[in-house]
């Protein structure tokens, strides 16, 4: 993002730099999400357990397990799309979805649905399945959100809207319908619907799960590009080849619980538990 | 469709007589062409189907029989009806009547949004509310409502504004307000609502969830996601019914002599054909007139439907190029050899 790039562009290095050594982090950089003995339940199931997830500014985070393990969740609790049963999940240091302070009887205060939507609006997501504005034309939709959340004028949005455009290689689609566009391209105007709210950080709900195998290249160059710019991100993925070239840690889930955690090299090279291998096994 | 289609032959080309199927397919197969971008479309008389003749000439039988009657049955009296047809109290029903389907529709619709809304909020107060109105507006015949509307100035004398048991405020004589013009508006109009309440209701239901959920994830606010993206989107499977209503509403407007508003067409034409004792050319008058209002109704819902459909109809792309995506399969439907109908619906 060319919006923050003061500490991220120099902290993005230093945490690449940190990856080969031994940590999964890099310690000089802030704490941007701070997931803390977090469960989520749906009725008696029980999807997320105990699950903890630190990632640094400018950090690429990549949760991979089998489908059902609770990655996707645990994304959406983020974004407080789900409520978390217990846990804190703070977000540069502020707690999601409750207010600091808790009640004299020991209880939390919820935040309200307008507190809420400010903290969702500094949180960029992207879906499995895009889930673009089909009504809108590709320009429309990254329009969207600055004019009615942000209240930027629709000249500024327009202008930021189609560099944005441009920087996912979509400036010559701006009038195209969602409907008009194919998979990956739809899915980079999603890409850049979330980037024009100028987000903390990201987060990618398997991206390019719904793309035919030749469209994912473009959207995941997409995503390369934007972790070279030091945007904090969150990636569900099964692309292997891509957590090992872009993360700096991964993250192995299996029936709600994070399994292992570390670098790729650590985790896709030398997998220690044999949930892990046999995962692996099957992905490779 | 298939005049300017270069691609293999449609069907209905069949006036080229081809020689023996046997002969031409192997000359096809021999004469091949190198270049792969060069083929020779296929010639084919249409296969035969005798059931258009059969039904055409019974039909046309049956048109020629009506027209028959229509000519030469005297009770019609189209001398009258083309007296009486743009006559200054017939036309002048029209436009009441126009009005006040628009009135009312417009009424109805606003109310049925509201209603609509307040049926899927989380608040148990408002959800209550829309239950009550649609239970009673929908529950009672139209007629009885129009009637209650305009007793309404006998059962409401006036409007008060101010603390219940306490101080008025303000009040309003309902005698002044409520002519039975506005009578007959608000009592069609609060009918209609309550029926397209549902219809409404099930139009923001049909919007797939992940559209909330990706406008909540940008930071917009329910009111915002609703106005913005949930009820533009309804609106394309809301408009088809809503058209439908209208209609409907149109030949309800003949009940508002109910409460009584006597200037509607129905109203009109009647009176004329009391005063004549010719009842049929004047039913004939009505008759015609619905019939052409509900045709300038139907071309405005056709605009709607294109307005709202913006973004789903793959048939009008907003520009295809040759060779893109969207071209291709633009260029495959216009073709129309493929049955290519991802969303099933009746076309006018």
Known sequence: MTSNPTPDGTARSAAADATHSTDSTAPSSPVVIEVE????????????????????????????????????????????????????????????????????????????????????ARIGMVFQRFHLFPHMTALQNVMEAPV?????????????????????????????????????????????????????????????????????????????????????????????????????QVAFMDEGRIIERGT????????????????????? | ??????????????????????????????????????????????????????????????????????????????????????????VQGVGWTLLVTVLAMVLGTVVALLAAVM?????????????????VFRGIPVYTQLVFWGLFTVIVPKLVVGVPFGPE????????????????????????????????????????????????ALGMGNGKILRRIIVPQAMRVIVPPLGNETIGMLKTTSLVLAVPFTL???????????????PIPLLIVAALWYLAITSVLMVGQYFLEKHFGRGFDDRTPVAPRRGSRSGRQAAVTRSGTTPHDPLPEVEL
């Not at chain 1, 996707?72 to 789900?82: G, P």
């Not at chain 1, 790729?264 to 490779?284: K, M, N, T, Y």
């Not at chain 2, 509607?264 to 010719?278: C, E, R, S």
């Open chain 2, 169 to 216: 405020l303000l009040s309003f004589s309902t005698r002044d307000l409520l002519t039975a013009f506005w009578a007959a508006v608000i009592g069609l109009g609060l009918n209609e609502g309550a029926y397209l309440a549902e219809i409404i209701r099930s139009g923001l239901n049909s919007v797939d969830r992940g559209q909330t959920e990706a406008s909540k």
């Open chain 2, 264 to 278: 509607d067409l129905t109203f009109a034409t009647n009176g004329i054909a009391n005063k004549l004792f010719t």
């Open chain 2, 1 to 90: 469709m298939s005049s300017t289609d270069p691609h293999p032959a449609s069907p209905t080309g069949g006036d080229t007589p081809s020689g023996t199927p046997g002969a031409s397919r192997t000359t096809a197969a021999t004469a091949r062409p190198a270049d792969p971008e060069q083929f020779t479309p296929i010639r084919a008389k249409a296969a035969p189907r005798p059931g258009t003749w059969v039904s055409a000439v019974i039909v046309g039988l049956l048109v020629l029989a009506l027209v028959n009657f229509l000519v030469t049955n005297p009770v019609l009296e189209w001398g009258t009806v083309a007296t009486y047809i743009l006559d200054v109290k017939v």
């Open chain 1, 37 to 120: 003995g977090l469960h989520k339940t749906f009725g008696d199931l029980h999807v997320l357990k105990d699950c903890d997830l630190t990632v640094r500014s400018g950090e690429v985070a990549v949760l991979v397990g089998p489908s059902g393990s609770g990655k996707s969740t645990l994304l959406r609790c983020i974004n407080q799309l789900e409520e978390a049963t217990a846990g804190t999940i703070r977000i540069e240091g502020v707690t999601q979805g409750y207010a600091e302070q808790s009640l004299p009887d020991g209880r939390l205060q919820k935040l309200s649905a307008q507190q809420i939507a400010a903290q969702r």
């Open chain 1, 148 to 248: 009615q959340v942000l209240r930027i004028s629709k000249a500024e949005s327009e202008a930021r809207a189609r560099t944005l455009l441009e920087r996912v290689g979509l400036a010559d689609r701006a009038d195209h319908y969602p409907s008009e566009l194919s998979g990956g391209q739809q899915q980079r105007v999603a890409i850049a619907r979330a980037l024009a709210m100028e987000p903390e950080l990201m987060l990618f709900d398997e991206p390019t799960s719904a793309l035919d195998p030749e469209l994912v290249a473009e959207v995941l160059a997409v995503l390369k590009d934007l972790a070279a710019d030091g945007m904090t991100m969150v990636v569900v993925s099964h692309e292997m080849g891509f957590a090992r070239e872009v993360a700096d």
């Open chain 1, 264 to 284: 790729p090299e650590q985790l896709i090279d030398h997998p220690r538990s044999e949930r892990l291998q046999g995962f692996l096994a099957s992905v490779l």
């Open chain 2, 119 to 135: 049926r899927r909020s989380d608040n148990p107060v408002l959800r209550g509310v829309s239950w009550a109105y649609i239970f």
